[in-house]
């Protein structure tokens, strides 16, 4: 059976918790173990699908359709584990299913309650599908105290009880503040979290320590004495340099080994193997060369809101051994009569324009394609970036000057639309223009046949065949493939079935790719996606060129 780490957070939120989970696992993977990561969600959307970028930043989407929390990409890029639907619940998931079994009479006229029902659906999720795992991760979104996360510590505090003693641990990540009219770090927050924890009948067994400063030997034992844990199991967490750094900096303070040590496991364990973050960390540190990519979109002011997007770059240039700025631009810019283009994008050396909802700042987006397509610089559209593409080729290569989405409005010429009926591997898929936001799009891997020798098959390795994740309604419209090809945008991958568009390209441009995906999602910082590999390339070249 998988032995279970329980994460929790204290005193305030944005701790990094997410990274911690990662990294632990990370590390215990180093050492040849098998590893699964959860997430538990206490807000009420039953999944984040629907939340705005703004407040909950970017929705990952697992191979299996799920649209997850951004924290399953900082899992899957750590651990290069795919996440699954089952890695992530919600509180509102798990009142949805408790909701429909009431009303289907389930509960054999038996009072449903948060305690067991809710606590029950809790630990199930947690023990489902252990396979031959040897850890498993359950990380608690949230801090500890909040009302939200109460029947998640209930449950877990009921797993404790009944799963072997030695088959569990609990981390809890808080802050040491640092008062600097003091000139002191500070343990008592750390302190309340933890009595907040154990009044709910949960006593830690490791404490991550977030703190600015070096954690004294004074602190450090203070905080065990108060919190009752061992001195050693008091783990400083300082600011890393980057998050590439976390799994061997935590590494370094004893993380995993005191991990080990609480299952006993101190004598059996392999001592790990951190090479591949040794790689990491000095393509990322030693860099050759930069280059500057501007990316034109809508959400630029949370950066979080393209968490992935702004990895999968980075891992580009990981890959060929150059820093990567990024220059977010919001695209609406570029449609105010002030708004100069050329100002803004001559100083970069690839623009990129990325996924997104809805018309706000679509037509300075196909003008920021347009500026791409005709200067000759690195173009790469992903998702709503290729509808941007195509609809700017459409309008300006091939002669159909009302070209648009239906996304926007009814047009004319809906280069990109609803299609109603696909295929996936679950059989007929279908859709309408009115049903409900949440699920109704084209969700996770789908394959995708690229044209031999085209530009993207030499990209994936001479590939002709490959599989990538989706999360999107509209697609562009196959009826307009001929005229844009005379256009010079060549559709150089379809769906198998060869009725969806799922990459365009431009052979007379030096590097020119809209993809109907999200590559992102499968970037890892020790396996770099080619697309973002070959992008930073041509960005490169470009660097030179000017
Ligand atoms: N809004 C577009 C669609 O729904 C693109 C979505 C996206 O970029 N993820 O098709």
Redesign the pocket.
């Known amino acids: 059976m998988a032995r279970y780490i329980f994460i929790t957070g204290g005193v305030v939120s944005s701790l990094g918790k997410g990274l911690m989970a990662a990294s632990l696992a990370a590390l215990l993977q180093a050492r040849g173990y098998k590893v699964r990561i959860r997430k538990f969600d206490p807000y009420l959307n039953v999944d984040p699908g629907t939340m705005s970028p703004y407040q909950h930043g970017e929705v990952y989407v697992t191979d299996d359709g799920a649209e997850t929390d951004l924290d399953l990409g900082h899992y899957e890029r750590f651990t290069g584990v795919s996440a699954h639907q089952n890695d992530n619940i919600t509180s509102g998931r798990v009142y949805r299913d408790i909701i429909t079994k009431e009303r289907r009479g389930d509960y054999l006229g038996a009072t449903v309650q948060v305690i067991p029902h809710v606590t029950d659906a809790i630990k199930e999720f947690a023990l489902a599908d252990q396979d031959d795992h040897d850890f498993i991760l359950c990380e608690i979104g949230g801090t500890v105290g909040d009302i939200e996360s109460l029947p998640f510590i209930e449950a877990i505090r009921q797993l404790r009880n009944e799963l072997p003693v030695e088959q569990t641990c609990l981390v809890h990540v808080t802050l040491v503040p640092y008062i600097s009219a003091a000139g002191e770090l500070k343990t008592k927050p750390t302190q309340h979290s933890v009595r907040e924890l154990t009044s709910l009948g949960v006593q830690p067994n490791l404490l991550l320590c977030r703190c600015e400063h070096e954690l004294p030997e004074t602190e450090r034992a203070k905080i065990a004495l108060f919190c009752n844990v061992r001195k050693e199991a008091v783990i400083q967490a300082l600011d890393a340099s980057s998050i590439y750094a976390v799994p061997q900096q935590y590494h370094g303070e004893g993380l995993d080994r005191e991990v080990l040590r609480h299952f006993g496991m101190t004598e059996e364990a392999p001592e790990p193997d951190l090479s591949r973050w040794e790689d990491v960390i000095d393509r990322y540190e030693n860099y050759e060369g930069e280059v500057t990519i501007g990316v034109v979109g809508k959400y630029v002011g949370l950066p979080d809101a393209y968490k992935s997007l702004n990895e999968a770059l980075v891992h580009g240039g990981m890959a060929n051994r150059v820093k990567v700025n990024i220059k977010w631009i919001d695209a609406e810019i570029f449609e105010q009569e002030d708004g100069d283009i050329a100002a803004q994008l001559e100083p970069m050396h690839g623009i990129l324009v990325?996924?997104?909802?809805?018309e706000r700042g679509s037509e300075g987006k196909i003008a920021a394609v347009r500026f791409a397509r005709e200067r000759g610089v690195p173009f790469f559209g992903?998702?709503?970036?290729m509808?941007m593409a195509c609809i700017e080729g459409a309008r300006n290569t091939a002669g159909i000057p009302e070209a648009s989405s239906t996304?926007f409005g009814e047009t004319s010429e809906p280069i990109?639309g609803i299609i109603t009926e696909w295929m996936s591997k679950e059989g007929l898929q279908q859709r309408s223009a009115d049903t409900d936001l949440g699920g109704t799009?084209r969700l996770g891997a789908y394959a995708a046949k690229l044209s031999p020798n085209s530009h993207v098959s030499q990209i994936y390795g001479g590939a002709t065949e490959i599989s990538e994740r989706h999360?999107?309604?509209?697609?562009v419209n196959s009826a307009y493939k001929d005229r844009l090809e005379a256009g010079g945008l060549v559709f150089s991958g379809m769906s198998p079935d060869g009725l969806l568009p799922e990459i365009v390209e431009r052979p007379d441009h030096p590097w020119f790719v809209g993809v109907q995906f999200?590559p992102e999602l499968k970037s890892k910082p020790f396996d770099p996606h080619p697309l973002f590999a070959g992008f930073i390339a041509a960005a490169l070249k470009q660097a030179r060129l000017v």
């Open positions: 990325p996924g997104g909802f809805g992903i998702c709503l970036g509808q996304e990109v799009m999360r999107h309604r509209y697609e999200h």
